[in-house]
T-cell receptor, first 113, second 111 residues
Framework: GNSVTQMEGPVTLSEEAFLTINCTYT??????LFWYVQYPGEGLQLLLK?????DKGSNKGFEATYRKETTSFHLEKGSVQVSDSAVYFC????????????FGKGTMLLVSP | DVKVTQSSRYLVKRTGEKVFLECVQD?????MFWYRQDPGLGLRLIYF???????EKGDIPEGYSVSREKKERFSLILESASTNQTSMYLC??????????FGPGTRLTVT
């Protein structure tokens, strides 16, 4: 099935720094790609998605571009805030046409004032 | 907005008890999922359901069962709780376009 690999954390940044969290995938075809965020003690929330190659998903200042050439979907934000401290998960469908998602292990982001 | 609710945020049970975790979604989604989340192990799929009364095992079904009698409700059952089932349990509902929507989670402690 499809799979995803995320960079290990934690990623530690100061407020207003630039953020990149790497995600690469292995997939048959061109499935939709997702980023989820999990705040402490909460469930996962959908942060953004891209449904085809070269699509850019964006939300709350976060962006990710679906790059089929490099099979990547890196998450970026120009200026992080303390409130962005959370765990971020990259995900995609396990199989083409099969609906279960497979998730990366998650990357913890810690932002200090 | 999609709303997925779980019956409890925190639950403490004793070893050997039967435990019910309930999940309800309000978007008429056909697909629903139960995961458990443990430090260092990420999200692991326990069971999922594609329709009423239909269920499929995920990666770690042992010690669990599920029930889906109505489309909006998906229950996870621990037949005889054990300490190694202490975990965070997450329910999700899935849209036809694949994105999953999660409930707030139930942190279960088995003593």
């Amino acid at each position: 099935g499809n799979s995803v690999t995320q960079m290990e954390g934690p990623v530690t940044l100061s407020e207003e720094a630039f953020l990149t969290i790497n995600c690469t995938y292995t997939a048959t075809g061109y499935p939709s790609l997702f980023w989820y965020v999990q705040y402490p003690g909460e469930g996962l929330q959908l942060l953004l998605k891209a449904t085809k190659a070269d699509d850019k998903g964006s939300n709350k200042g976060f962006e990710a571009t679906y790059r089929k050439e490099t099979t990547s979907f890196h998450l970026e934000k120009g200026s992080v805030q303390v409130s962005d401290s959370a765990v971020y998960f990259c995900a995609l469908p396990l199989y083409s046409g099969y609906s279960t998602l497979t998730f990366g292990k998650g990357t913890m982001l810690l932002v200090s004032p | 907005d999609v709303k997925v609710t779980q019956s409890s945020r925190y639950l403490v049970k004793r070893t050997g008890e039967k435990v019910f975790l309930e999940c309800v979604q309000d978007m008429d989604h056909e697909n629903m999922f139960w995961y458990r989340q443990d430090p260092g192990l990420g999200l692991r799929l326990i069971y999922f359901s594609y329709d009423v009364k239909m269920k499929e095992k995920g990666d770690i079904p042992e010690g669990y069962s599920v029930s889906r009698e109505k489309k909006e409700r998906f229950s996870l059952i621990l037949e005889s709780a054990s300490t190694n089932q202490t975990s965070m349990y997450l329910c999700a509902s899935q849209a036809p376009s694949y994105e999953q929507y999660f409930g707030p989670g139930t942190r279960l402690t088995v003593t």
